[in-house]
């Protein structure tokens, strides 16, 4: 498949997108938004594919939404179109692993993107913020929503109402990124990550994702229950039989699927 405004390469068992619109600093526009959902499409019905990876270029990840196709929309076509729909929810639907690779600006929509994969890994020059509220608008993509989940609300009030943006050692601080990397090896320490996760038995990959995804929506009690349940449920796979017999046999677990 071939795409105007992402590249794919594949690399091995690791779905590598990279958003590719040079020009606009890698803005999200709705034909981005397009391509990146129909390699997402494609990533999560191939079998062989067991983890994505999500970058950008070493200047900008994405510098947001792209502005000037907001421009000149009325409320009534803004709400009535569900303005820029709900492709844009696509990577927090995927059951795959995602990993954002974050390099340079991560902004709005950007930063929205990097937060709806399961875990950022930011270089050392990427720089995070939602500065919606110096267009006159709010975010849109779940940015007051998330960033308050992963940063608390003292930091994403002031990040949402001041527009200020962050560097990578403060959002690792606060908690928004996993791990910040020098910017030359953000691609081979994702990868390094991928690969990991890839090795691994892919249905306990996949629960794993889903119950740390459920704890940012139930409270304490209910995900614990859920979690047991989910636990249990691995002694009915063939890859708990595999995983803990290699463990007792002292060799590495065989995870074909
Ligand atoms: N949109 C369109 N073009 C953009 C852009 C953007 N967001 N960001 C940069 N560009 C373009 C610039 O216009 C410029 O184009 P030319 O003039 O060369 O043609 C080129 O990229 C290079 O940008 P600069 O010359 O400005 O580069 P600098 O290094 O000087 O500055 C910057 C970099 C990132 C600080 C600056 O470009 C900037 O402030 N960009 C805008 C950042 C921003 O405000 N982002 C938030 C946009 S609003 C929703 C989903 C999503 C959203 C909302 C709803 N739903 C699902 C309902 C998201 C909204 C947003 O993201």
């Not at 992402?6 to 690791?14: A, C, M």
């Not at 390699?39 to 502005?67: N, P, Q």
Request: proline fraction near 3%; charged fraction near 25%; hydrophobic fraction near 45%.
């Amino acid at each position: 498949m071939t795409y105007e405004n992402i590249k794919v390469e594949q690399r091995g068992s690791v779905c590598i997108i990279e958003l590719h619109r040079p020009k606009a600093l890698n803005a999200l526009s709705q034909g981005l938004m397009n391509d990146l959902t129909a390699a997402l499409d494609v990533a999560e019905a191939d079998l062989a594919t067991r983890a994505i990876i999500v970058t950008g270029s070493e200047k900008a990840f994405a510098a947001g939404a792209d502005i000037i196709e907001f421009q000149g929309k009325s409320f009534s076509e803004a709400f009535r179109q569900g303005l820029i729909t709900a492709n844009w929810e696509r990577i927090d639907r995927c059951r795959k692993p995602v990993i954002a690779a974050v390099a340079g600006f991560a902004l709005g929509g950007g930063c929205e993107v990097a937060m709806m994969c399961d875990f950022i890994i930011a270089a050392d020059n990427a720089v995070f913020g939602q500065p919606e509220i110096k267009l006159g608008i709010v975010p849109g993509a779940g940015g007051t929503q998330r960033l308050t989940r992963a940063v608390g609300k003292a930091k994403a009030m002031e990040l949402v109402l001041t527009g200020r943006n962050m560097k990578a050692e403060e959002a690792e601080r606060s908690g928004l990124v996993a791990r910040v990397v020098p910017l030359e090896s953000l691609m081979e320490e994702a990868l390094k990550s991928a690969e990991a996760i890839a090795s691994y038995a892919q249905p306990a990959v996949m629960m794993a994702k889903d119950l740390v995804k459920t704890a940012q929506q139930v409270g304490l009690d209910e995900g614990v229950k859920i979690e047991r349940r989910v636990f249990h449920s691995c002694f009915g796979t063939q890859h708990q039989v595999e995983g803990m017999a290699a463990f007792a046999e002292k060799r590495k677990p065989e995870f074909d699927d």
